[in-house]
């Protein structure tokens, strides 16, 4: 056993003896055998409080002070600035309750220590207090509710007609990202034909699914409304890019989508933040399992033009797996009730950036 082991061990048993003898003590009070003696003990707690409410805020003003840079991560989003701003006056709302709570605690704690001959006042009830203090809570907490709820429902509601959607799916323990084709009509997708090469469940029996095409990286056009389709695989993942602001759950069985306007490219957010190794990324963070810690993707926030340019390089699923396409022709047509239409999903991007990358 090392030295600090015996240290503690020894510690540990004056600790135990010394509650032995004030259980002792307090079994003879309340049985009539002692005399209650208060002495210095008592005076000393009190004063702890005091010394522990103004160590404890100080340490909290520096801890915050200190944290901030790693809490307020630069905005890349449209709707990040609202965000922020509902997450920052929460917690002013938060901190100033808690702040008073602690000083009332604590003071009183101090003020009304025991002392010989002073007996407590006994307080009843009273109606108007109760009111108060139950009716100032409420309204500001549904003031805060719905103005989150406003938001959230704006930014998981419809996207504008020419966003650029693409289908972002999880499984353990990587992410799939699909495009939609130049026809900008993402295909159907069937779960029965998953495999190692058709990871997606691509049904090319689905005209519309032709010119869809995966990346090993996300690439999106920055100041243009962008539409996530999101799905799970297998377990419960989350779609987390901080600099956009963005968290939406992957469910199984249950698709989701989230749309936001990025403002900052790749570059651009380098120059910002004075680190050219910058990347914006998509994490996973839901733990899902013994590898959810290489649960990332790499996000690129190109120019438009940039954009326009990666996008009309990219092939499509079916043209780079010939073999998957000839198996799916040589049988018969899926029975509407066995596609699994979860990501057909239509945008007509006619005049937009969508249409230019088309063609």
Known sequence: ???????????????????????????????????????????????????????????????????????????????????????????????????LVQVFLFVYAYKYQHKEGKRAFFYSHNNRLEVIWTLIPAIVFAGLVFAGWKQWSRITGPAPKDAVVLEVMGKQFNWLVRYPGRDQKLGVVNYRLIDAVNEFGFDLSDKRGLDDFTAGEI????????????????????????????????????????WFIPTKTTDEMRAQTGNPNFNYELACNQVCGRGHFAMKMIVVVDEPDDYVAWFGQQKSFSSQNPEVLAALRAQPTLLPAQTAAVSSATVRASGSLAARAAH
């Open 1 to 99: 056993m090392t030295v600090l082991g015996i240290v503690l061990v020894v510690v540990l048993l004056l600790v135990v003896f010394a509650l032995l003898l004030r259980l002792q003590l307090l079994t003879s009070i309340f049985s009539g055998n002692s005399t209650r003696d208060i002495g210095w003990g008592n005076r000393v707690n009190a004063a702890l409080m005091l010394v522990f409410l103004i160590g404890g805020g100080a340490w909290l003003a520096w801890s915050a002070v200190s944290s901030y840079s790693r809490l307020d991560i630069p905005i890349a989003s449209v709707h990040g600035a609202d965000v922020d701003r509902l997450f920052w006056t929460t917690m002013i709302i938060l901190g100033v309750a808690f702040v």
């Open 219 to 258: 690439h999106i056009p920055k100041g243009h409304p962008i539409m996530l389709k999101i799905r799970s695989r297998d377990v419960l993942h989350s779609v987390y890019m901080p600099q956009f602001r963005l968290q939406m759950y992957a469910v199984p069985g249950m698709p989701t989508n989230f």
